[in-house]
Nanobody, 120 residues
Framework: VQLVESGGGLVQAGGSLRLSCVAS????????MGWYRQAPGNQRELVASITSGGGNINYGDSVKGRFTISRDRAKNTMFLQMNSLKPEDTAVYYC??????????????WGQGTLVTVSS
């Protein structure tokens, strides 16, 4: 499974961005997916996650009410709509997918990351 993010950039505080993550390869093996971010000097943290069918979604406390995760399985694409952006949202955003290597083993795939910079 390979993941490619896009949609990052520079935006003013209060603005919006929409990130996309396109999966390729053995995409039918993908289960849960999520967005993570890492700011300089900080650990990577979960932004949002979504289950295979989209029935269970979780958000990090700092983005609840502002960010929305969604998934289009037919297009092997996951999105992150980010509204009311704050300078503290500045980070590299990574796409993650849990996928089945075989019937018993699960692995993680990561994208290369896309930089989001929010100016004050």
């Amino acid at each position: 499974v390979q993941l490619v993010e896009s949609g990052g950039g520079l935006v003013q505080a209060g603005g919006s961005l929409r990130l996309s993550c396109v999966a390729s390869g053995n995409t039918f093996s993908i289960n849960d997916m999520g967005w993570y971010r890492q700011a300089p000097g900080n650990q990577r943290e979960l932004v949002a996650s979504i289950t295979s069918g989209g029935g269970n979604i979780n958000y990090g406390d700092s983005v609840k009410g502002r960010f929305t995760i969604s998934r289009d399985r037919a297009k092997n694409t996951m999105f992150l709509q980010m509204n009311s952006l704050k300078p503290e949202d500045t980070a590299v955003y990574y796409c993650n997918a849990h996928y089945y290597v075989d019937s018993y083993n699960v692995a993680d795939a990561w994208g290369q990351g896309t930089l989001v910079t929010v100016s004050s």
